[in-house]
């Protein structure tokens, strides 16, 4: 059974739970200009209805952000990306400072817990299309949020703070969903059961546990994992990656000219295949981006990365150019290759262009330093013939005592 199986019945459960609780998902909202937000958080004096202005204008901010970093325009994407945390921020400090009971009157914090939740992934997805060499402010504003959603989650659910807020929320989440009572769940506050939080603990658990089978999923076979573990070297390292993500393509490529039993989910098997090589080259980003931080030599994996990584990206053109019967299943994932492939040889780039900087400023400096020492061997061989020289003179030199003619 697939993940995606093993998953969905999990939300129809979710669903069923909604529907018998009578949750309505409203999508209507009007939707204010960026001027509009400034004069009525300006004029409001109700703290929640200021808060949820104020998270409305950093969503905006964040949202224009994602715009700027999609064309490359991290110079105003950064100051966008700060200002979306900035009002998040005030909307937290609105709500803090009106004196309001989380636990009893929820209003603006969940309003906040849910904006910071989703922020989070859009803030994970766009560090994971940023070159990693420009990925440190996406970071830095990601911890913040991270940090302002405990101090959100930790008002929400007092008894839980002086416990570990990220696994006592999950365990919580865990406990509604599958109706947990007794200990464990008194454990989680008397407000945490409630109607109102139904909605997001239930897509908080839903999304953990298709996160953990996604992960529980095999990408390596177990001599793959083998040679990663027994081969260190950073350079070679990453022509393990290569090799591992061309077999995915060669088993692509070949499996997609075969002759198709209908039994069975072809498509299906495609595009995991793809999901496959997604996950290796994601697994060489990381490595890449770890070595740059250690300094660890890589010039050697990253120029056969430039090297091989373009003619595998034709690869993927060519099966994006060639669409088979069962395109439709796999175009997501050919894709996200495409894009994931194109970022990384973007990063590799200038990697190699500033350890080829770097290690070759460290090379001149070792030769330097060699013939610095060579200078300094001879001169002192040298200055030591010549003392050898003026001892062997002056004992010439010297006059004959009494004793020495006797």
Aim: proline share 4%; charged share 35%.
């Amino acid at each position: 059974m697939t993940a995606r199986s093993r998953f969905w019945p999990v939300v129809m459960a979710l669903i069923a739970l909604l529907a018998e609780s009578g949750i309505v998902i409203v999508h209507a909202r009007r939707e204010y200009t960026e001027q509009e937000l400034f004069a009525r958080i300006q004029r409001e004096g109700d703290p929640v209805k200021k808060a949820k202005y104020q998270i409305q204008l950093g969503r905006l901010k964040l949202q224009q952000a994602i715009e700027r970093y999609g064309r490359d325009d991290q110079e105003h994407g950064q100051p966008l990306l700060s200002s979306y945390l900035e009002q998040m921020k005030g909307a937290w400090e609105t709500l803090e400072k009106s004196g309001r009971p989380a636990v009893k009157k929820p209003q603006g914090f969940r309003e906040l817990d849910i904006a910071l939740r989703e922020d989070a992934r859009l803030l994970e997805d766009l560090k994971r299309r940023t070159p990693y060499l420009d990925r440190a402010p996406v970071e830095k504003i990601a911890d913040g949020v991270e940090k302002l959603h405990e101090k959100v989650l930790q008002a929400i659910f007092p008894s839980l703070k002086n416990q570990n807020s990220k696994n006592s929320i999950q365990e919580c989440a865990r406990l509604a969903v599958s109706g947990g009572r007794g200990v464990g769940m008194r454990r989680c506050g008397p407000y945490f059961p409630a109607r109102v939080w139904i909605l997001p603990l239930m897509m908080l658990a839903a999304s953990r546990f298709a996160t953990a089978q996604t992960d529980k999923e095999d990408v390596l076979t177990p001599d793959e994992a083998d040679q990663l573990r027994e081969q260190q070297d950073p350079g070679r390292r990453i022509d393990l990656y290569l090799d591992f993500a061309q077999a995915r393509l060669d088993l692509f490529e070949t499996f997609r000219l075969k002759q198709h039993d209908p039994k069975y989910d072809n498509g299906g098997y495609l595009d995991k295949v793809l999901a496959q090589y997604i996950a290796i080259n994601g697994d060489l980003k990381d490595w890449i981006e770890d070595q740059y931080e250690r300094q660890g030599d890589m010039r050697r994996g990253l120029r056969n990365l430039l090297q091989r990584g373009p003619k595998q990206l034709e690869e993927l053109h060519h099966f994006q150019q060639t669409p088979d019967e069962y395109a439709g299943d796999y175009k997501v994932n050919l894709k996200d290759a495409i894009d994931n492939l194109s970022d990384a040889l973007d990063g590799g780039t200038q990697a190699l262009a500033a350890q080829e900087k770097q290690f070759g400023e460290l090379k001149r400096e070792a030769k330097e330093d060699a013939r610095a020492s060579k200078e300094r061997i001879k001169e002192a061989k040298k200055r030591a013939k010549e003392e050898k020289k003026l001892q062997k003179k002056e004992r010439k030199q010297q006059v004959p005592s009494d004793e020495d003619e006797n």
